[in-house]
Every structure is written in C-alpha cells, then in structure tokens.
C-alpha cells in the first residue's frame, strides 16, 4: 500500500491511542486527589501527569500555578499543547481525513462524529465537574473506534498499519505510566498494607482496566511486584506490555514486502525479554531501568517502521545504528 | 400541505415544474401529488436529517481565502430536478456531440492545425496562455485529450437549451451526482417506486473501465490512481471519494517519483510502477521541472515520461486552450468542421472584448450584461449587469478598460428555475446542470447531472463558492 496512507493510518491509530491513555492517566490521578493525603501537596500529585506527557517544563512556562484545574486544562483542553487530548483527537481525525479512502466508510464517519462531538462539549462544566464523564466519553470513543475498526475494516496491511500504530502507542504510555507511577508510590513501599497506599495502587490498576482482572488473577493483596507483573510480563491482561509486543510481532510477521527484518528482529528481542523474564529478577535490578530501557527499545522500533514503511524512500538509505542495553 | 403551485409567486422566467397557463409540468405531476401529502414541517424535518447525515459522512469543501483545513457543506436541497427522456436524449446527445468535436479539435490543434489552415481559428489561439507547445507533436493514446468533461447547460424554454460552459481541465462536481442520489433514496424510497428514474451508480465503474483503456500502449493491466493536490483542496472529499468507489489508490504528489523514464509511486512494500493518472490537480502544479517551478504538489519529471508515452494523465496537458471563453466562440463551427453535423445545442451569443465593435457595445450595455473573465471560473472575478449596483457596475468598467481582452460578455440569460425548499416553503429558484462525458473507446454520458441552484432569491450566480447548491437529477426512462 501508498507509503503515505500507511503513516496515515498508523499515526491515526497512535493518536486515538494516546487520547485515550491520556483520559486513563488523568482520571486516575484525579481519583487520587479525592482521597485525603496529608503527606501529598496538591502539585506533587500532579505534576507526575505533566511528567509522563513529557511536558512538566512546559507547562510550567505557560501557568503561573500547578493547580488542579490548569493541569486538567492542559492536559485535556489545551491545543498549544500537542499531547493534549484535545490535539490527540484532532490529529488522529486529520489523519483519518486525509486517508478516509483506506478505511471502511464506518471508521471515517466514527471518527469524524467523533471530532464534531468534541466540539460540542461545554468545556466549563467539563472543568469544573464533568471530568470523570469526560475521560469515561474519551475510552468509549476510543473503545468504539477499535471495534468499529476491528468489525469492518479489510484484512489487508491498512489494517495492519492501524494495528501497529496502536500497540506500540500502548506500549510507550504503559510503560510510561507505570514508570511515573512506580516512582512516586515505590517510596512508601515499605508500608504495604496502608490505606492510602492501596487506593493508590487500586488506582494504578483501574487506570489500566486491571483491577478486576488483578482480583481474578491473584486472588490476594494488592502489592508492587504483583501490579508490576501484571502489568509488564501477563500476556492474558490486554494492556500489559508483553501483550502489545505479542500483538507487534504477529502484525510485523504478517505484513506484504522483504523490507521488514530489522523491524521484525527488534520486535523479537523486545518479545522476548518479556516472554520470559521474571519479576523477580527486574525488580533486582530495578523496574525504573527495566522501563527506561523498554521505552528506549520501544521508541527505536517506531523510527525503524517509520523509516522501513512509512517513510518509504526512495533509495536504500542505512538503518538506524543505535542499540540500548537491557 | 406542501404544494408546488407557487402561490403569489411570480415566475421571471420557465419553470421546470409549473407554467402559469398549464399548471403542473406532466414531468412532476407525480411528485406533486406526492408533495400534496407531505407537510412543510416534514420537508424541512427531511432537509435537517440530509444536512447531518452529509456532514457526518464528511461531504464538505473547502473555500478559498477561508482558514485553512475549514469545511463548509454546500446546501442539498430535498426537491429534485426532474427531466423527461426526450429532454435528456437532446442534452445528451448535444454534450457528447460537443466532447466529440472539443477532442478532435485538440489533437488537431496539437498536430497539423487544419482549424487554423482552414481559417475557422485564429491563428491567434497559438498565444493563448492555455496553448502549451510542449504538447505539439505529441500523441495521446486514442487521441483523447478530455477524457472526462463537465458541459454547463441552462435552459430559457421549454426546447431552449444553451451550453454555458464546457469544462475540460479538472472537472469536478460528479460526487455530489452520486451522493445526491444516495441521499434522495434515503430520504424518500416512497417516490422512487413513483418513478422510472435511471440508475447513475455506475459511473464510477465506467470511469475506471475509460481509465484503463487509455494506458500506455503495451500495458495490459495498468495501474491507475488519482491524483489530487491533496486534503486542503476545495474539492477533496471528491476525489477521496472516486478513488474508494474506483478502488485505486489516491496519490499526492510526494507520493511518486521518476526513475528511468517511468513514474513510480512509494509503498510499503517498495516503488510500484503508475501507468495510468487521472489527475484532479492543474497543468500549472503537475510538475515543477516543465511548468511552476515552485509547485511542492507536483512530481519532478512527470511531463517528460508523459510525452514519452511511459505515463498517461487524464485529462491530458493543455486541455485549458478549448475550454477557455475565447476558444468557447468557435466550438459550433468545430462541430461542422470535424463531425459535419449542425450543433444539437446552442451557444450563449458571446462579446469578445479585445474587439473593438463588441467593446463598444457592452461598454454602452453593461446593466444588461453578464461579463466574465476569459479563463475566470467558480463565479469569481465576474459582473452580473441586472442584479449589480451602479457603483459594482462602474468599478468593473474600469477593470475592463484596463484589460479588455481578457473579458468576455454574453446576454443575460432567464435561466430556468425549480422548485426548491426555502424557509418559506418550496418556491422557483434558478438552476444550471452539468452532465458529465466520459470519453475512452466510445464518448458517453450517465444519465444524470450536478444540478447546481441559487438559493437566493432571484439569484442568478448557481457556484457553490458563491453559496449555490445541489439537487439530485432525476432523468426518466420513459
């Protein structure tokens, strides 16, 4: 298929994606300001949202205060800022437009009512009160595209392209937020069991649509190195990254053309660190690099699709030579 | 009740529907009665639920000089245009024989110019900026130059059809022929069993079979696509639209490349050669190496594997030279020159400014007189005598005083009108039509048309620019 519709299809998926992980990150922390914690200032709760969008500093250069309310407008609202869900959704329905010939007439007329709703939204009470139906309207938004997508849309590498836009956008924003996450709960660890600390991680796990599988899995506490391995190495739980890198392998074998074996290679390795690695042994040598490094491998598989597929130049030009230890 | 009987109205001019003397036209008597039993408030209710419908499918376009990316729906409105077989035999017969005729005279013009020897052109067309010498000599397979034309036609009387228009570059309008019709089913399946009404549906089939026949010799299953300027152009959704229905891929300039004498375009799976382009982008943007040279829409080197033979484009180059108004003069005489047949439809008697006797008069003439630019379109840079104000018609004086030549002048014509759902019911407005002609192997026409109409009351001005809309058009079997 055109090298162009391809990036278009994929970095709709990514966006659709990042919106609706976006929606998961905000809601969660939200959840966690209503719980009473004397020890936490209110900044200190939130800035570790700004950190996972990557934008603390400039948030910091736009507003005057880390209060609740520009933190959600910023992350929800903002269209200067370009990982808000406002500009996730509006980039992902520009891509969509710019390709609607290669999806089902179902999928455009999704995303597009989907942008015109959008619109339609009074930002205020969203602001002031309706932020748990915002996030909630986000994920449905998201949850009916990929059903829409995965009902109707053509088994052909279209597909697969939307496919791998929205498994290695999982990945990154998984990673991340169990990045941030780990950093900000791992400090209390040593008092497991407290009240605070379980709603925080409970929290953790709803943000992910994990608690109840958390409950059905393990049938007992809610402790790190549990969420961890849910959320990092079980490949039955959607979200986890060993599941997006299942998904990322399969859809990298399965795509028309000779062009893909460094793509496939990295694929591999990633797959495979998490196919059988054990918590125990990435708790050992520290979560915090096992994820970094995860993000690191992660984000260079997405320049090598960008440069093998997407990109599709013209002459041979040599791969990336970058390589990250575990 | 809904009527067309238009009480107190005044007709300006021939009514599809309705005659002051007569009554309900035999054409639309069935819809009348139809109508008869449809209230206002259901209309308007119908007309609401196409408005939506259109804008979540997406069926927008873009106007110039607005923000960019900023999408406007053209009104659809729910009554359609509705033509006997008779009436249509006529128009189509007359659009193809002019087709016909415009495509012999550009493989002539581009090859020995007996138009030119033969004293019925002026020798003059060959400084027309639509001329493009790169084009001389060259041959085009089939000697098809307009493989797709759009032919504007409006009507005074009940047998008085003019061609206002013949348009051969990149003509756009026929997604809203296919969409109307989808629109019109939806809404109304009840008037479809009162009707014999011809299907239009395959006109994008017949499109792709006239694509694919026009491949470089040699090539027994070309690869075509569409090449549009790309999502920011006024009439995207259209071409985003023909590729789907086509089933071909929609290509962007940055998307091809020229290696070796041939074009490719890039795809994940590596170059794939392009056989056949049927481009929606202007002669001007196609490729920075032959024409602009500052076009980013373009492909570098894409006239030079065209005039080779290795890549058709349809339409092919320098098509603007026949449809421009200057050239528009002589196509009756093309008719008796190439085909020897009379013309089945009339031209608009037309005033060439850059002469000096036709100056004089429109000069003395403008309140009577519509005045456009040779090679203007959309509605843009044109005066409208009977509908301007004394200052409007003073300023453009001026504008053509400083460049007559670049200005024509035709009689205003009483365009005919149609019923039409307005705010206060369903009253005339005017309409034009612009049937589309396919030509490949043989020169054919669906039979259906982009119906355009002024919404305003009065208006003459049918460009969706200039805030006219679209009807379905209905041409019956028997």
Redesign the interface.
């Known amino acids: 298929?055109?090298?162009?519709?391809?990036d278009h299809l994929y970095w709709m998926a990514r966006y659709i994606e990042r919106a609706e992980n976006m929606a998961r990150m905000l809601e969660v922390t939200y959840r966690m300001s209503m719980v009473h914690n004397a020890a936490q200032s209110e900044a200190g709760l939130w800035v570790p949202l700004l950190r996972i969008a990557d934008n603390y500093d400039e948030f910091i250069a736009a507003y005057d205060e880390i209060s609740a309310r520009n933190v959600l407008y910023h992350i929800a609202l903002d269209e200067k800022n370009p990982s808000s869900i406002y500009s996730c959704l509006r980039a992902a329905r520009?891509n969509a437009?710019?390709?609607?010939?290669a999806m089902s007439?179902e999928m455009?007329?999704n995303i597009?009512?989907l942008w015109?709703e959008f619109q339609q939204l009074d930002k205020r009470h969203l602001l002031e009160s309706g932020l748990s139906e915002f996030c909630d309207w986000v994920k449905s938004r998201s949850h009916l595209f990929r059903g829409v997508t995965y009902g109707t849309m053509l088994r052909d590498?279209g597909f697969r392209?939307t496919r791998l836009g929205s498994f290695i956008e999982r990945a990154d924003d998984m990673a991340r937020l169990l990045d941030v996450k780990y950093h900000l709960l791992l400090p209390s660890a040593n008092d497991v069991g407290g009240a605070v600390d379980y709603y925080e991680w409970s929290a953790l796990l709803r943000s992910a649509s994990a608690y109840e599988a958390y409950l059905k899995v393990y049938r007992d506490a809610v402790t790190p190195l549990r969420v961890a391995e849910l959320l990092v190495l079980r490949q039955d739980m959607p979200r986890s990254l060993h599941a997006c890198m299942n998904e990322l392998t399969t859809i990298l074998d399965q795509?028309?053309?000779?062009?893909g074996n460094e793509c496939k290679r990295q694929a591999g390795e990633m797959h495979s660190r998490l196919h059988y690695g054990r918590m125990e042994n990435i708790f050992r040598s520290g979560l915090h690099e096992f994820l970094e490094a995860f993000l690191m491998h992660n984000n260079r598989l997405g320049m090598e699709i960008q440069r093998t597929?997407?990109n599709?130049p013209?002459v041979d030009e040599p791969e990336l030579m970058m390589d990250f230890k575990w | 009740m809904a009527t067309i009987q238009y009480q107190n109205q005044k007709l300006s001019a021939f009514d599809e529907s309705f005659d002051s003397q007569l009554g309900v036209r035999s054409v639309y008597a069935p819809y009348a009665d139809w109508l008869a039993g449809m209230d206002f408030a259901q209309l308007a209710q119908k007309s609401r639920d196409a408005e939506l419908l259109f804008?979540?499918?997406?069926i927008t376009f873009a106007v110039y000089g607005e923000e960019a990316?900023a999408e406007r729906l053209i009104p659809f409105d729910v009554v359609p245009r509705i033509l006997a077989a008779d009436e249509w035999k006529k128009l189509s017969d007359g659009a193809c024989q002019r087709v016909k005729a415009l495509n012999m005279f550009l493989n002539d013009l581009y090859h020995g110019q007996e138009i030119i020897k033969a004293g019925i052109v002026p020798e003059s067309i060959l400084t027309n900026e639509m001329y493009r010498p790169e084009m001389q000599g060259v041959d085009v397979p089939g000697g098809i130059y307009a493989h797709i034309a759009g032919i504007d036609i409006v009507r005074t009387a009940a047998d008085t059809f003019y061609v206002l228009e013949d348009n051969l570059r990149t003509p756009s309008g026929v997604s809203y022929m296919l969409e109307n019709r989808r629109m019109m089913m939806r809404l109304f399946p009840d008037l479809f069993r009162h009707y014999p009404i011809s299907p239009v549906e395959h006109y994008p089939q017949l499109l792709l079979e006239n694509l694919r026949a026009c491949a470089p010799r040699g090539v027994s299953d070309p690869t075509v696509v569409l090449m549009t300027p790309?999502?920011y152009n006024s009439a995207y959704f259209e071409h985003?639209?023909l590729?789907?229905q086509m089933g071909i891929?929609?290509?962007?300039g940055?998307?091809m490349?020229v290696?070796d004498d041939a074009v490719y375009?890039?795809?994940?799976?590596?170059?794939k050669r392009v056989d056949v382009i049927y481009r929606r982008i202007d002669d001007d943007f196609i490729d920075p190496l032959a024409f602009k040279a500052d076009s980013m829409l373009g492909v570098p080197g894409l006239v030079s594997v065209y005039r080779n033979g290795g890549v058709t484009l349809a339409n092919a180059i320098g098509t603007g030279v026949a449809d421009d108004k200057s050239t528009y003069i002589h196509v009756p005489e093309m008719i008796r020159f190439y085909l020897g047949e009379e013309p089945i439809l009339s031209n608009v008697p037309t005033y060439k400014l850059g002469e000096e006797d036709d100056r004089k008069y429109v000069l003395e003439h403008l309140a009577e007189l519509v005045v456009k630019e040779v090679q203007g379109s959309g509605g843009y840079g044109m005066l409208v005598g009977p509908t301007s104000s004394k200052a409007e018609i003073e300023e453009f004086r001026l504008r053509i005083l400083a460049n007559p030549g670049n200005y024509i002048a035709q009689p205003t014509l009483a365009l005919s009108s149609c019923p039409t759902l307005v705010e206060q019911g369903v009253a005339p407005r005017h309409v034009d039509l612009r049937p589309f002609v396919l030509s490949g192997k043989t020169t054919t026409v669906v039979p259906g048309a982009l119906c355009r109409v002024a919404m305003r009351e009065g208006s003459l001005v049918v460009n969706s620019s200039q805030g006219g809309g679209t009807k379905d058009t209905w041409v019956l079997q028997c």
């Open positions: 298929m055109l090298s162009r519709t391809a520009d437009h710019a390709v609607r010939v007439s455009w007329e597009n009512s015109l590498d392209f795509l028309n053309g000779e062009t597929y997407l599709a013209k | 804008r979540r499918v997406g990316g790309g999502a985003a639209f590729a789907q891929e929609l290509v962007e940055q998307d490349f290696k375009m890039r795809t994940t799976e590596g170059p």
